[in-house]
C-alpha cells in the first residue's frame, strides 16, 4: 500500500465507506484500505467505468 494516499483518492474511499455500509459491518477504515488496496487500479477504474459510464 502506498505511504500517501491523494486526497480526492482518500475522499473518494471515505465516501464509500460510509455510504456503502461497510461501517454497518464492523470494519474499520483502515481494514476498508487493506480491501481496496487488494484491488488492482485498472480493475478498480474499469469497476467504476463499468458502474456510472464513461466520462463524457
Known amino acids: ?3 500517501a494516499i491523494a486526497d480526492e483518492v482518500l475522499d473518494l474511499y471515505a465516501f464509500l465507506f460510509c455510504q456503502g455500509g461497510f461501517r454497518n459491518l464492523g ?3 483502515e481494514q476498508f484500505l487493506l480491501v481496496i488496496a487488494t484491488f488492482k487500479p485498472g480493475d ?3 469497476t467504476i467505468r463499468e458502474t456510472i459510464g ?3
Open 44 to 46: 478498480l477504474n474499469a
Open 1 to 3: 500500500m502506498p505511504v
Open 54 to 56: 464513461p466520462n463524457p
Open 27 to 29: 470494519m474499520t477504515f
